[in-house]
């Protein structure tokens, strides 16, 4: 039974990518360091896709075949961690909320040269 977005939860991919990994053997590989680093190789497969074309429409089933390698990876890298996608997603967007606020930051006002030029200014008043 094929179930889409909204009738699958974060912890059931975990579980199916837990399934899949057990039933090969290939837990004992699934580091960190090894699951970071096939996150990238993915992403490079699915940028390849773009890399001297546009988008075609008959592209599109292997353009998601490589974004499902993608996030194959990163869910397996979330439970290896144990990190909390949801919670990770959601602190991270409430931190990205004040970075970016919308007093600075909305489709009437800024360019891509804004953009940077507020960017700059906030790593600059960031304590490191």
């Known amino acids: 039974m094929r179930r889409g977005d909204s009738e699958t939860t974060l912890q059931e991919l975990k579980d199916l990518i837990t399934k899949f990994s057990d039933e090969r053997g290939w837990e004992r590989h699934h580091t960190p360091k090894n699951l970071a680093i096939s996150i990238c190789l993915e992403a490079a497969e699915l940028l390849e896709h773009f890399q001297w074309n546009e988008y075609q429409q008959k592209d599109k089933q292997k353009i998601a ?16 961690m144990d990190i909390d996608i949801a919670t990770t997603f959601r602190d991270k967007l409430t931190r990205a909320e004040k970075k970016y606020p919308t007093e600075l930051f909305n489709k009437e006002r800024v360019g891509t040269e804004d953009f940077f030029k507020i960017k700059q200014a906030y790593r600059k008043k960031k304590p490191r």
């Not at 075949?65 to 290896?80: C, K, Q």
Request: charged share 25%.
């Open 65 to 80: 075949d490589e974004l499902a390698d993608v996030m194959s990876y990163v869910v397996n890298f979330a439970r290896v």
